[in-house]
């Protein structure tokens, strides 16, 4: 667990505004706008937060689904962010993706065999074909679908299965780390605990590092090592599981938690509702993108944009968030202690 | 008497491949003010239900059988023009989707409007007035600016509260809400199920929620109805229905979510699978049609179907196997 597998530096991602016939550029969409992490070895790190506040888009960057504003991504020791696409092709296997809807990630006119062989071609895996056939049979048993369904076409199959298909054709490439984008959200309750609990046996078998991309929180605690919240193209707190939700040192980590509904129903819990909508990405607040929703913004909230510090008090090392509130005496701090607890009811 | 009752309601669906049993005799009853909760997964049945009670369904394909009483009187026999004169008025009904539910080129005001003068015979202007308040109601700000406005100008949470604003425009009695937050984020969510509490407390509608989110349904619903396959599997009140599932479903239901604060209380445990899938509609089911993923089947099981039978008071399940009370006790 201690050498990164996965190292981000001040990851930006503009996409501009055009308009007119002439295309000018009016502005640009600040999806992401400086984000840094890192992922060890066979670690979990989750990306939570609400629609538009760029997870999705640091995962397709990670990708290299479109050229970089700005950064650097470290691939287990070589920087990917600006190699020519020949070189990073051989590369590209050590770095996965299980997307969100079974349904359009699974090309309809190809068998299960071909979707799964074709990475293992592309990478030149297979010795021969009786190795192809091995590893295909391999696929098919760790996904824990019939070796004989490796004819059948993609619509022949549920949303559940489909989603295991995609989880091997993520395999078929022996990769080091997987990119899971909401692979999870589109499925029902128990196929979901069907591939939540596929997914962390994968794990543990193979040792993979996982960056899990969500906004369902509960499933996040579950499966997942250290948790970053973002929130508008910023990260805004990162720690391990147990820290973030026992101790949210964030006041959007803290109200996020707070208005997931849970299901005891007379549960006694403080809720913090935040007043209206997540700004526009076009045009960020300036200071602490969060001030114009947070209950405790002051003054220096407006001007001043905190930085992702160490807290003080959290329940565990390694947990950063970026306020302004941890800069004050603990009397004054409403995010001082460890107010999970209440938050989540747990009594 | 209930202000709805439902009775054997029966929604085939006429297909290429054989009948599909969306909604397989399914029995129930919402009081005056209450909120029921209808939960279960995709293709179990709880939209064409709601969609039923208001004759949503399109006939044929559809074919709607049972009977629906509205304040006593049977929706099926009711002419179209009495559905028109109910549908918007006494029940209305709130979409998942408030991107596609709302028309794109009429602005928000003009929707609300368009309720009021044909239930309630405003004029253009009275109509507009009374659609401010409504936005005031459900806590738009600037509603005076909002009413001129075109749905794209608004957010999802606006527009779910648009869709709510007019739900609620001709006060009616009953109030369908199906999947009200699905589309919505956690922060947005959490304002409308706030919005919904409060507004029920100030309308006093009855409310069907139908939904599969079992959070949201402890945090609002007085009562739950868990359906599978086509039918109603269990009943109770929300309390006993979440501490102590009778039916097999409901209990793997529940296991198979994830507990939010796990990593607390050091119940990280492996979550329960349902093994399988649901069985397709379009074959008649002899049995238990949860037979085929249930943990603790028998032959019996597979052969008669097990009626819904009160296992404690105002608890109904439909399992051979599910403990009675008295067992229970001892």
Not at chain 1, 37 to 50: A, H, P, Q, R, Y
Request: charged share 25%; hydrophobic share 40%; aromatic share 4%.
């Amino acid at each position: 667990m201690s050498t990164p597998i996965l190292q981000v530096n001040d990851l930006k991602k503009h996409f501009p505004i055009k308009a007119g016939f002439l295309g000018g550029t009016t502005g640009y969409v600040y999806a992401v706008d400086g984000v840094s992490f890192d992922i060890m070895k066979g670690e979990t790190l989750s990306l939570v937060g609400e629609s538009g506040c760029g997870k999705s888009t640091v995962g397709k960057a990670l990708l290299r689904l479109f050229p970089l504003t700005g950064g650097q991504v470290i691939l287990g020791g070589d920087r990917i962010d600006d190699m020519p696409n020949g070189t990073l092709r051989p590369l590209r296997r050590k770095m996965q993706v299980v997307f969100q809807d079974p349904f359009s990630s699974l090309n309809p006119r190809m068998r299960v065999r071909d979707i799964l062989a074709e990475p293992i071609r592309n990478f030149g895996l297979a010795k021969d074909s009786a190795d192809l056939e091995q590893r295909l049979e391999g696929l098919m048993d760790k996904v824990r679908l019939p070796r004989d369904a490796i004819n059948r076409w993609p619509h022949e199959f549920s949303g559940g299965q489909r989603q295991r298909i995609g989880i091997a054709r993520a395999l078929a490439g022996e990769p080091d780390l997987i990119i899971c984008d909401e692979a999870v959200s589109a499925l029902d309750v128990s196929v979901k605990a069907q591939i939540v609990n596929l997914l962390q046996d994968l794990q543990t078998e193979l040792g993979l590092a996982m960056l899990f991309i969500s906004h369902d929180l509960a499933i996040v605690e579950h499966m997942t090592h250290r948790v970053a919240v973002m929130y508008l193209g910023k990260i805004v707190e990162v720690a391990p599981k147990r820290s973030l939700f026992g101790a949210p040192k964030h006041p959007y980590t803290e109200a996020l938690l707070s208005a997931v509904p849970v299901p005891m129903p007379g549960a006694q819990r403080e809720r913090i509702i935040l007043k209206g909508d997540v700004p526009s990405p076009i045009n960020p607040p300036k200071g602490c993108r969060f001030h114009t929703r947070c209950p405790y913004a002051f003054d220096r909230c407006r001007t001043e944009e905190p930085q992702l510090r160490p807290v003080a008090d959290a329940l565990a090392e390694g947990h950063i968030a970026a306020c302004h509130l941890h800069d004050r005496p603990a009397a004054e701090n409403p995010l001082a202690g460890a107010k999970g607890a209440q938050l989540l009811a747990l009594g | 008497m209930a202000l709805l009752e439902v009775e054997n309601l029966q929604t085939h669906f006429r297909t290429p491949d054989g009948i599909n049993r969306a909604v397989d005799g399914v029995n129930f009853h919402v009081n005056a003010g209450e909120t029921v909760a209808i939960v279960g997964e995709s293709g179990c049945g709880k939209s064409v239900t709601a969609m039923s009670i208001l004759r949503l369904i399109p006939e044929p394909p559809g074919k709607i059988a049972g009977a629906i009483r509205f304040n006593g009187k049977n929706l099926l026999e009711a002419s179209d023009k009495e559905m028109r004169a109910i549908r918007g008025n006494e029940i209305s009904m709130i979409f998942q989707e408030p991107m596609t539910s709302l028309n794109p080129v009429l602005t928000v005001g003009r929707q609300i409007g368009e309720t009021l003068r044909l239930h309630q015979g405003l004029s253009a202007q009275e109509a507009e007035d009374r659609a401010v308040e409504m936005l005031n109601l459900v806590g738009i700000p600037e509603a005076k600016r909002r009413v001129r406005e075109y749905p794209h100008q608004l957010s999802g949470g606006m527009r779910q509260r648009v869709m709510i604003a007019i739900a609620l425009a001709c006060n009616p009695k009953l109030l369908i809400a199906d999947e009200p937050t699905t589309a919505l984020d956690v922060t947005i969510q959490a304002q409308i199920l706030e919005l919904m509490k409060d507004l029920k407390h100030r309308v006093g509608a009855a409310i069907v929620l139908i939904t599969h989110d079992l959070g949201v349904v402890a945090e609002v619903a007085e009562r739950v109805i868990v359906m599978y396959a086509g039918r109603k599997v269990e009943e109770a009140a929300v309390g006993p229905l979440f501490r102590n599932p009778r039916h097999p479903y409901t209990q793997g239901l529940l296991g198979s979510m994830p507990k939010l604060g796990s990593s607390l209380t050091g119940e990280e445990t492996r979550l329960a699978e349902i093994p399988g899938l649901v069985p397709s509609l379009k074959k008649k089911i002899p049995g238990c049609v949860f037979a085929s993923r249930c943990p603790k089947v028998t032959d019996l099981c597979t052969q008669y179907a097990p009626a819904l039978e009160e296992k404690a008071p105002g608890h109904v399940a439909a399992c051979h196997y599910a403990l009675r009370e008295e067992v229970v006790a001892a």
